[in-house]
């Protein structure tokens, strides 16, 4: 087995209590729980046996049937009441390993990648004479912001599903930066090297409710979006998947591979790290 097969840190022992997105049926009925006050037996009767045809039909007809407000509030209590499972993927060595033990998910620092890509495309035959290039190449696509800006800031995603099985390409070459630096400098030949460096490594992370709400809300404030009469991210996630699923006993979450981010602007602590698994993509 290898060493990075199964690596519990930290908060291991709440590993249960963590709400996980894609295990709608560990969660559903808790939801269902907090949502007593403002949804009556017979407004939850009326969902339960509607035939949405999609998952935003149910959604619509839950705020149709009791008011708006008062479900929002008590979805946004339930979610600050816990913990969220948020997901990174990467290409990681025992060394990345053990440093995200000891130091948690730093955020990305341009300069800081310079290890790993040389590392990985060092083995190609032309390497000698593209190297003076890596050092300009990872300031313009980190302080410079070429192609987006990621400098100092960590991404998790919502769905392990959609990390694994939808948008896995941060599992098959490493970080979006990494590849962005390494098609600039090698094109094609950049994105196989850095296929074939580290193995693929999911890690979960427990993220206090209130901290993934803020995570996840980064243009507007949680308070800015219902100022606007609008449902904040996450909790239109979690609704939309609870009411599809009081009509529809069998829909499984996982299936939607939703592509939610949560970003942060400092260290993901060790603490909040709950496991870290290596998987076949």
Same mark, same amino acid.
């Given at each position: 087995?290898?060493?990075?097969?199964?690596?519990?840190?930290?908060? *291991?022992?709440?590993?249960?209590?963590?709400?996980?997105?894609?295990?709608?049926?560990?969660?559903?009925?808790?939801?269902?729980?907090?949502?007593?006050?403002?949804?009556?037996?017979?407004?939850?009767?009326?969902?339960?046996?509607?035939?949405?045809?999609?998952?935003?039909?149910?959604? $619509?007809?839950?705020?149709?049937?009791?008011?708006?407000?008062? %479900?929002?509030?008590?979805?946004?209590?339930?979610?600050?009441?816990?913990?969220? *499972?948020?997901?990174?993927?990467?290409?990681?060595?025992?060394?990345?390993?053990?440093?995200?033990?000891?130091?948690?998910?730093?955020?990305?620092?341009?300069?800081?990648?310079?290890? !790993?890509?040389?590392?990985?495309?060092?083995?190609?035959?032309?390497?000698?004479?593209?190297?003076?290039?890596?050092?300009?190449?990872?300031?313009?696509?980190?302080?410079?912001?070429?192609?987006?800006?990621? $400098?100092?800031?960590?991404?998790?995603?919502?769905?392990?599903?959609?990390?694994?099985?939808?948008?896995?390409?941060?599992?098959?070459?490493?970080?979006?930066?990494?590849? !962005?630096?390494?098609?600039?400098?090698?094109?094609?030949?950049? *994105?196989?090297?850095?296929?074939?460096?580290?193995? *693929?490594?999911?890690?979960?992370?427990?993220?206090?409710?209130?901290?993934?709400?803020?995570?996840?809300? !980064?243009?507007?404030?949680?308070?800015?979006?219902?100022? !606007?009469? $609008?449902?904040?991210?996450?909790?239109?996630?979690?609704?939309?998947?609870?009411?599809?699923?009081?009509?529809?006993?069998?829909?499984?979450?996982?299936?939607?591979?939703?592509?939610?981010?949560?970003?942060?602007?400092?260290? %993901?602590?060790?603490?909040?790290?709950?496991? %870290?698994?290596?998987?076949?993509?």
């Amino acid at each position: 087995m290898s060493d990075l097969s199964r690596i519990v840190t930290g908060i *291991a022992e709440t590993e249960n209590d963590v709400l996980d997105f894609d295990n709608n049926r560990t969660w559903g009925s808790a939801l269902t729980d907090a949502l007593r006050g403002p949804l009556t037996d017979v407004v939850l009767d009326k969902l339960i046996t509607a035939s949405p045809q999609y998952i935003e039909d149910a959604y $619509e007809l839950l705020f149709s049937c009791a008011d708006r407000g008062e %479900i929002v509030d008590a979805t946004l209590a339930w979610i600050r009441s816990t913990s969220i *499972a948020g997901y990174h993927g990467g290409r990681l060595n025992q060394s990345d390993v053990e440093s995200i033990r000891t130091h948690g998910l730093l955020p990305l620092k341009a300069k800081a990648r310079r290890a !790993r890509l040389t590392r990985a495309l060092s083995r190609h035959p032309r390497w000698e004479h593209i190297t003076q290039w890596l050092d300009t190449t990872l300031r313009y696509y980190g302080p410079g912001k070429k192609a987006g800006g990621r $400098e100092g800031q960590v991404h998790l995603t919502l769905s392990r599903c959609g990390l694994v099985n939808g948008f896995n390409h941060y599992l098959t070459h490493g970080s979006e930066f990494d590849q !962005r630096v390494a098609h600039a400098l090698l094109g094609a030949d950049g *994105a196989e090297l850095l296929r074939t460096d580290g193995q *693929a490594t999911v890690i979960q992370v427990a993220v206090p409710g209130d901290a993934a709400l803020n995570a996840v809300n !980064r243009y507007l404030t949680v308070d800015e979006c219902l100022a !606007r009469g $609008e449902v904040p991210l996450l909790v239109d996630q979690f609704l939309k998947s609870w009411s599809y699923g009081l009509a529809c006993p069998d829909f499984d979450c996982g299936t939607l591979m939703v592509d939610c981010g949560l970003v942060f602007h400092s260290a %993901i602590p060790p603490t909040w790290i709950v496991g %870290i698994d290596t998987v076949s993509v």
